[in-house]
């Protein structure tokens, strides 16, 4: 394999992780999983709370590993691998503060210059 299409893999394999990862429900979810691949491509998915991503890798004998943790602001997953990394991470969307607003109109009313 070349680096090219290793690159090509990883990448694309980090994403479809991230994009399932989205997709899950997050109240049933695990907050922070990895799944491993070793040198002969055998597959590893274990909790992870405490570990880092590298931490794993060596404990495990992996040569690739997608970390993936789900916290109250999104979904983050770290992508390491021999000769490179990613971090692909996702964030809720701000909800406006209301109670800053609250007795304040959320209108403007506009007069026509005529009507002075």
Avoid: N
Avoid at 76 to 98: F, I, T, W, Y
Wanted: aromatic share 8%; with cysteine; proline share 6%.
């Amino acid at each position: 394999m070349t680096d090219k299409e290793f690159v090509s893999r990883f990448l694309k394999d980090a994403v479809e992780i991230f994009e399932t990862a989205a997709a899950a429900p997050g109240a049933d979810a695990s907050p922070e999983l990895s799944i491993l691949y070793d040198a002969g491509g055998q597959l590893r998915i274990v909790q992870t709370e405490g570990w880092s991503p590298d931490g794993l890798r060596q404990h495990y004998g992996a040569q690739t590993s997608y970390h993936v943790s789900r916290t109250a602001s999104g979904i983050v997953v770290d992508a390491r691998g021999p000769g490179g990394s990613c971090r692909l991470q996702s964030e809720k969307p701000q909800v406006p503060s209301l109670h800053l607003t609250a007795g304040v109109p959320q209108y403007t009313i506009i007069r026509a210059l005529a009507d002075y």
